[in-house]
């Protein structure tokens, strides 16, 4: 048995990776076609970066990813203490309310966001696309926090409101830094949903408001090519510094937490 699950999870392993590689590998192909192997080339990593649509809809991506991870993880932390600390009336109807974009098809979701725009007059661009990402990573946010939160001592605000603490200086000085990790995991994981959704983008972007995978998505009605795997290729690289770059930093406050504790 013990055999079979390791088999399985090569093989998943394969089934992951393998077409992420495949991605990096054709990023350097000579040829125009992504299909066919002509020799090494770093051309299509200057036709990227001469692309200015292209980098136009990258900047759009980022700025809009950025405000919704930023605007989803405050809401969400302020949500998760409420539903957490205190126990009011309505709590499971409110919390079933802010999950219900997890359970909703995401085409149902876009389509009810364009009828709500289109009833106030809003016109489509930019903050309607946030609008509609902090939908979709609102309850990803309160999941996280909810159970980050959940999982500190109910002691600790008395405790600090014993020596002498504020509300404010009770969270900024002893619970934000225990529930930094998961504010940080939190907000990359509404980056990268707002980062890489097209459905809801489709519904609630204007003229002049195309994101990177509306992008793409419309570049591969031509056919996949090197360019688009170069694009890629950059892409998982900036994935895994940013994961290093977490992973590093968590390592290090564990080594540093572990040396003040020896001491």
């Not at 409420?82 to 109807?93: D, E, F, N, P, Q």
Request: hydrophobic share 55%; with cysteine; net charge positive.
């Amino acid at each position: 048995m013990e055999r079979v699950t390791a088999w399985i999870a090569k093989a998943a392993i394969v089934f992951l990776y393998v077409p992420i590689l495949t991605v990096v590998v054709y990023s350097f192909n000579a040829s125009s076609t992504a299909s066919k192997w002509s020799g090494f080339s770093l051309k299509w990593y200057g036709e990227v970066f001469a692309d200015r649509a292209l980098l136009r809809t990258l900047q759009t991506s980022l700025n809009v990813g950025v405000v919704a991870a930023a605007v989803a993880t405050v809401v969400g932390c302020l949500t998760a203490f409420g539903l957490i600390r205190y126990r009011v009336k309505g709590r499971t109807a409110f919390l079933g309310a802010i999950l219900l974009p997890l359970i909703l098809p995401e085409i149902v979701l876009g389509a009810a966001l364009l009828t709500v725009y289109s009833s106030v007059q809003l016109p489509l661009g930019v903050p309607t696309i946030v609008l509609g990402h902090i939908v979709i990573s609102l309850p990803l946010t309160t999941l996280i926090l909810m159970g980050a939160i959940g999982a500190l001592d109910d002691s600790l605000p008395e405790a600090a409101a014993d020596l002498g603490c504020t509300p404010w200086q009770t969270f900024a000085r002893v619970q934000f830094p225990l529930l930094r990790s998961a504010i940080l995991a939190a907000f990359l994981l509404a980056f990268t949903t707002s980062f890489s959704n097209i459905v809801i983008s489709t519904f609630t972007s204007g003229v002049g408001s195309t994101t990177m995978p509306l992008r793409i998505y419309s570049l591969l009605k031509t056919g996949i090519t090197p360019e688009i795997n170069a694009l890629g290729a950059m892409l998982i690289l900036a994935t895994v510094l940013l994961i290093f770059a977490v992973g590093l930093r968590q390592m290090r406050s564990i080594l540093v937490g572990n040396g003040t504790s020896d001491s």
